[in-house]
């Protein structure tokens, strides 16, 4: 007799009190629950919102105190989602997607120990 | 969870950012050498501009490989500024010793790289980086021999003369 077994597609990769990224295996995608909304970012997608996201000067902002702006417009080339976050939501999504890539590593290094040849 | 990462790109973020810093190193050496040539040229210095075009050609080959090489494994290639090219050379000795200071700093970057790649265990990258290694040793030893001529011949009289009709002679054809 075959037992089927349906597993849940959807794992949450890291969450923070502020949000949270989970991971799609079946469409290979990663939801990011953030700033009251969920977005689903591919691969690419999700790498460019690191990289915009990783190169803000939170210290430099700081800095500017009144004189800067207060929000911070995150735009993603060729996908539907922008942001627009204040300075503390910034740091907030900062931490989360350090967060996530830690544990995305993680799960890599796992991967490659217990399924991946090790010989 | 499947590691959807790995299934992106074989290459690890970490060495995915050093290769696109290489491809900036390359394409600023090729603009180095593309401004040496032109030194050399409006200064009279035929052979060693002709010498220079080939060895900004070649940077920009060094540059296309990496760029080839990220996009090939998966990564983000991203094409470079460069920005900061040096114009003007005090004298002819001065242009070769900068060429060779910039071989020596192209070298230490890829032995760099090979030595992250080594600790993460990136061998697929270390195959990869073999080639550069090589190819820097003739590098070094082209720069080198360059700034010898100035030692053997001298920049009295016509030396420099001399030393820029034997620039355009020199060969690396070692088979070690």
């Not at chain 1, 939801?31 to 430099?60: C, P, W």
Request: with cysteine; aromatic share 10%; proline share 1%.
């Amino acid at each position: 007799m075959t037992v089927t077994a349906t597993l849940p597609q959807v794992s949450e990769v890291f969450a923070t009190k502020h949000g949270c990224v989970q991971q799609d295996d079946a469409q290979r995608r990663w939801l990011v629950e953030f700033a009251g909304r969920t977005a689903s970012f591919d691969h690419r997608n999700l790498m460019k919102l690191r990289k915009a996201v990783y190169a803000i000067d939170i210290e430099q902002r700081l800095l500017e105190g009144a004189h800067g702006p207060d929000v911070e417009i995150i735009f993603i080339c060729a996908s539907e989602h922008c942001y627009v976050l204040s300075l503390l939501q910034v740091i907030a999504i900062k931490d989360l997607l350090e967060g996530a890539f830690v544990m995305l590593e993680l799960n890599q290094i796992i991967h490659n120990r217990l399924y991946r040849a090790y010989a | 969870m499947k590691d959807l990462l790995r299934i992106k790109s074989l290459i690890s973020t970490e060495i995915e950012s050093l290769l696109n810093q290489q491809v900036k190193k390359e394409a600023h050496s090729s603009s180095i050498y593309l401004s040496m040539a032109s030194w050399c040229n409006r200064n009279g210095y035929d052979y060693s501009s002709e010498y220079f075009f080939k060895q900004a050609e070649e940077e920009r080959q060094h540059q296309l490989k990496f760029y080839k090489y990220i996009l090939d494994m998966g990564g983000n290639a991203i094409s470079p500024d460069v920005t900061d090219i040096k114009q003007e050379y005090n004298s002819f000795r001065e242009v070769f010793e900068e060429a060779l200071d910039q071989e020596i700093s192209v070298t230490r970057s890829i032995s760099n790289i090979y030595a992250r790649c080594l600790s993460t265990q990136d061998f697929v990258t270390m195959e990869f980086l073999n080639w550069f290694l090589k190819e820097q040793r003739e590098e070094e030893y082209k720069a080198r021999r360059a700034l010898e001529l100035f030692e053997v011949i001298g920049e009295e009289g016509t030396g420099r003369w001399q030393i820029d009709k034997h620039v355009g002679g020199i060969k690396y054809d070692s088979e070690a």
